[in-house]
């Protein structure tokens, strides 16, 4: 069932049953005054904290937990919700138009992705914390009707690990930085908030250094441009992800990650660059009895299809 949540309130959402891939939220807003469209800057994600808690055989470890910025990034680069992060660029589903009489009313839809399925029983319980803070809508946003809405996205599979979602905050000014991600990690993303275009003047990213036990390799602020322009069907999409870029994905995990940036530091602003990056923690158990369950799919699909 759907939780709402209004301004400087804090809600949860409590799992402790089914396949969990994600979450949906959705943000409401309503005008204060009538006859008033929206405008680009009147939802500011910086001001929502997000957190994923899983609660399993006694122990309790943290998932994700930051600002939604961040989290809406690697959840959604490939996605319309990717838009909403930046204030000038929110696309706003109209559901009530505004008129003489009528207040105007609006959506906001994103999605949290896990990044990989968790099969919930016995004890188990995962917590989804949304937290708007006082500035999250625009003084010209009604504050008191207008809300969060969040559910759970249903998966189907087996859970062959606990996956989690990591968050780097960039340091205004820095010119390099360097980050010891770890083992089993499946992606890698910069994300910057700040800057309105694909521009030389926007440029955040000089230099981008990976590496690790099976990979290693270097990008160009232009390769990194040329990537992502390959992995868009237009170049209107890929511009539209503006100075944020994917360094790294892969469906094989990689080992003893260490990544080093260089930066424009002139264009590195306090809050608004984060490197994100998928991981998981597996064991054995788990690893043997996913492989199991999909050698058994995997038959069942044959018989199927022999008895066509």
């Not at 990008?219 to 100075?243: G, V």
């Not at 923690?281 to 299809?305: D, F, G, P, S």
């Amino acid at each position: 069932m759907a939780v709402i949540v209004k301004v400087n309130e804090t809600e949860s959402l409590k799992l402790s049953s089914g396949t969990v891939a994600g979450f949906s939220v959705v943000a409401f807003l309503e005008q204060t005054a009538v006859n008033t469209p929206f405008a680009a800057d009147q939802l500011d994600l910086s001001e929502l904290n997000l957190k994923c808690v899983l609660k399993r055989n006694g122990v309790q470890e943290t998932l994700f937990q930051d600002i939604a910025v961040p989290l809406v990034a690697i959840s959604n680069y490939d996605r319309s919700g990717f838009v909403h992060l930046a204030s000038d660029t929110v696309h706003y589903k109209t559901i009530l138009a505004h008129g003489i009489a009528t207040k105007a009313q609006a959506i906001v839809p994103f999605v949290i992705d896990l990044g990989g399925v968790l099969n919930l029983k016995g004890g188990d319980e995962l917590i989804f914390m949304v937290q708007p803070k006082n500035g999250v809508f625009a003084a010209a946003i009604n504050s008191s009707t207008s809300f969060f809405e969040f559910d759970v996205i249903r998966g189907i599979g087996v859970e062959s690990y606990i996956p989690y979602i990591k968050t780097e905050s960039i340091t205004a000014g820095k010119g390099q930085d360097t980050f010891s991600i770890g083992d089993n990690v499946k992606q890698i993303m910069f994300v910057n908030a700040d800057k309105t275009g694909v521009l030389d003047a926007d440029q955040v990213i000089q230099n981008f250094d990976l590496s690790s036990d099976k990979l290693s390799f270097s990008d160009t602020y232009r390769q990194l441009q040329a990537k992502r322009d390959a992995s868009f069907a237009t170049k209107e999409q890929s511009d539209a992800r503006r100075q944020t870029f994917l360094l790294f994905e892969d469906e094989q995990d990689i080992d003893q990650v260490n990544i080093e940036l260089q930066f424009v530091g002139a264009n590195v602003n306090t809050s608004k660059n984060w490197i994100v990056y998928r991981s998981f923690r597996t064991n054995a158990e788990k690893v043997i009895y996913a492989a199991q369950k999909q050698a058994e799919h995997a038959q069942e699909n044959l018989v199927k299809l022999a008895s066509k």
